[in-house]
């Protein structure tokens, strides 16, 4: 983190890094990034009982270019922000699924089990920061990943800003997703908005022409969201996995089923995805779209007044 270049000529092609993305339907998608600022934070508690670290918050700044996007559109138009973030969510290793297996293991079962590696977008909303209108959401991850909170800015008909924070809990006996909720991501959180409420981006002279070109209508605030279907997968998955690293004390070590009730963790996904506004906030969808609603590209979204 202490080599980090200073400025950036993104008119070199040297300082791109293609980035591809294959969608469940086999289209390939690729983006060119650049990285541009990574910082991390280590969160301590008791030292003698929680030892040096109860977790990290990384956040990771890059610039994304979409060089394929329809003629005449545009990543100032909140509609196509909205796709591409759909498209980051689905396609590629955020939407990607991992090998199950059956809930009672049975060795005869044969059937080729697949279940998400993450639950996202979820807590989709439009927020103000310092005169910029950003696109944000969340990822919950549902095997082995960490949480993630991502948030978008338009700076060019096919560039935007990408600022990825993601959260590391580090607590005894919690192997797993669900039982690191015993760390609350409340302090995270706060250092995050703290650290976007700081940061103030003014558009280059030419970008400025741009933006001022395209017209977003008063109140029209497109959101990408998860579906019912993939919302009852991630209750599965995470009840599946809910028993890794983790020992129930009342089960026996070797040969007991250490799960957590399937309905706590249905009751924990439920609240996960409620649309939680945050500070500045100008938009917010729903909890997830429901599949009849997914499949013909509508999205309900509910404008913040004031």
């Not at 599946?240 to 089960?251: K, V």
Request: charged fraction near 25%.
């Amino acid at each position: 983190m202490e080599n980090q270049a200073d400025s950036f000529d993104l008119n070199s092609p040297e300082i791109w890094l293609p980035h591809e993305q294959e969608s469940r339907d086999g289209t390939k998608r690729i983006s060119h990034e650049v990285e541009i600022w990574t910082c991390g934070w280590n969160f301590t508690g008791r030292p003698l009982l929680d030892g040096e670290s109860v977790g990290n918050l990384v956040m990771q700044f890059e610039l994304v270019e979409v060089r394929d996007l329809p003629v005449n559109s545009s990543l100032f138009q909140r509609g196509e922000l909205a796709r591409f973030a759909q498209s980051y969510c689905t396609d590629g290793h955020l939407g990607s699924y991992h090998k199950g297996r059956a809930e009672d293991r049975n060795p005869f079962d044969l059937t080729q089990y697949r279940w998400p590696d993450n639950l996202l977008p979820i807590n989709s909303q439009w927020l103000d920061r310092n005169g910029s209108e950003w696109l944000y959401f969340e990822m919950q991850p549902l095997h082995h990943d960490v949480d993630r909170f991502y948030w978008l800015l338009p700076i060019g008909h096919q560039r935007c800003l990408r600022v990825r924070f993601m959260a590391e809990r580090c607590i005894p006996n919690a192997g797993n997703p669900y039982r690191e909720q015993r760390s609350p991501l409340d302090n995270y959180r706060h250092l995050m908005e703290n650290i976007m409420d700081s940061m103030t981006v003014e558009l280059a002279e030419a970008a400025s022409i741009e933006k001022s070109n395209i017209h977003n209508a008063d109140g029209d605030y497109p959101l990408p969201h998860c579906t019912e279907q993939l919302v009852k997968e991630a209750k599965h998955t995470l009840y599946m996995w809910s028993g890794a690293g983790y020992t129930d004390q009342s089960q026996p070590k070797q040969g007991g089923d250490h799960r957590a009730p399937k309905e706590d963790v249905a009751a924990f996904i439920d609240q996960r995805i409620q649309p939680q506004p945050l500070p500045g906030c100008l938009a917010i969808g729903p909890a997830f779209a429901a599949d009849t609603e997914a499949e013909s590209h509508k999205h309900e979204v509910k404008a913040i007044d004031g």
